[in-house]
């Protein structure tokens, strides 16, 4: 099985390749954000930025979190 973090990865580089900009790819990313344990930040930075030609990082993902746990 591929690690969670390129599995993450991979939903935000499709998330932000479609033009639509389908949201369900960036909530599988982020449920699995959410719901994984033991993550290597660092790494999963990496192949953010990788997947999305860096256009998106760490930094996003947890922007995200933050908001879903904390609406205005």
């Known amino acids: 099985m591929a ?3 390129d599995l993450i990865a991979d939903r935000l580089g499709q998330w932000i390749a479609s033009r639509r900009r389908d ?5 599988q990313a982020l449920s699995m954000f959410v719901l994984a344990e033991g993550l290597d930040a660092a790494y ?3 192949r ?11 930094s996003f993902l947890e ?3 933050d908001a879903a746990h904390h609406p205005r």
């Not at 953010?48 to 760490?58: K, P």
């Open 3 to 5: 690690p969670t973090e």
């Open 23 to 27: 949201d369900e790819m960036r909530h």
């Open 44 to 46: 999963l930075d990496s």
């Open 48 to 58: 953010i930025r990788q997947e999305t030609a860096g256009d998106l990082d760490l």
């Open 63 to 65: 922007s995200q979190r």
